[in-house]
């Protein structure tokens, strides 16, 4: 086997190797958000985070991106759905390959939640990773690092009746603490506002 050979293999196993380590990280991760969210007044929706995958598309192979969903713990329940909260959806976007490097989108959705059925599933992703990258059916715009995102007429129904939603980013790698994780994520995703 040729040097090249050998070492575009070596380079294969060492790129898969980087990527356990961080799903390995990424787990605690996300279970820190949830042991130190609650602490912060947020409880998770859903156990797990919300993912796309596909065997049909190679893209879909690898996941890269990943939301856990929140809600303040002190929202009165709502009515029609268990175990969810009649107030905003905070969404945590973990995106490992859209950048430069990997970023965390602090988010706030504000649903009509009269439509809805069940609480959102893994693969129900789409419906909380579109509105800030489809522009056929959001009207998306930045200003000083803040992200606003509007559902055009005939996306509000698709969408499970969102009605808009806020986002910042801050890097992956700037969280580093348990106090960051209270500081940075929590409170700046309670300090997110929609007008």
């Given at each position: 086997?040729?040097?090249?050979?050998?070492?575009?293999?070596?380079?294969?196993?060492?790129?898969?190797?980087?990527?356990?380590?961080?799903?390995?990280?990424?787990n605690l991760l996300f279970s820190e958000l949830d042991r130190i969210g609650e602490k912060e007044g947020f409880?998770?929706?859903?156990?797990?985070?919300?993912?796309?995958?596909?065997?049909?598309?190679?893209?879909?192979?690898?996941?890269?991106?990943?939301?856990?969903?929140?809600?303040?713990?002190?929202?009165?329940?709502?009515?029609?759905?268990?175990?969810?909260?009649?107030?905003?959806?905070?969404?945590?976007?973990?995106?490992?390959?859209?950048?430069?490097?990997?970023?965390?989108?602090?988010?706030?959705?504000?649903?009509?939640?009269?439509?809805?059925?069940?609480?959102?599933?893994?693969?129900?992703?789409?419906?909380?990773?579109?509105?800030?990258?489809?522009?056929?059916?959001?009207?998306?715009?930045?200003?000083?690092?803040?992200?606003?995102?509007?559902?055009?007429?005939?996306?509000?129904?698709?969408?499970?009746?969102?009605?808009?939603a806020v986002a910042k980013e801050i890097p992956l790698l700037s969280i580093t603490s348990p106090e960051d994780?209270?500081?940075?994520?929590?409170?700046?995703?309670?300090?997110?506002?929609?007008?």
């Open positions: 086997m040729s040097t090249t050979t050998t070492n575009m293999g070596q380079n294969i196993s060492n790129a898969v190797y980087v990527l356990r380590e961080t799903y390995k990280n990424l409880i998770p929706i859903t156990p797990r985070f919300l993912r796309w995958k596909s065997d049909l598309d190679y893209d879909g192979w690898l996941i890269s991106n990943f939301i856990k969903l929140y809600q303040l713990e002190k929202d009165p329940p709502l009515k029609n759905i268990p175990h969810m909260k009649d107030g905003y959806l905070y969404g945590i976007e973990i995106d490992l390959g859209e950048n430069e490097y990997p970023i965390i989108s602090l988010i706030r959705y504000n649903f009509d939640y009269s439509g809805w059925t069940r609480i959102p599933t893994v693969s129900d992703h789409w419906v909380f990773w579109d509105p800030f990258r489809v522009e056929k059916f959001f009207k998306i715009t930045e200003s000083n690092g803040l992200w606003t995102s509007i559902p055009l007429e005939k996306a509000r129904e698709r969408y499970w009746g969102i009605k808009n994780i209270r500081t940075k994520i929590f409170q700046e995703l309670e300090n997110l506002s929609i007008n």
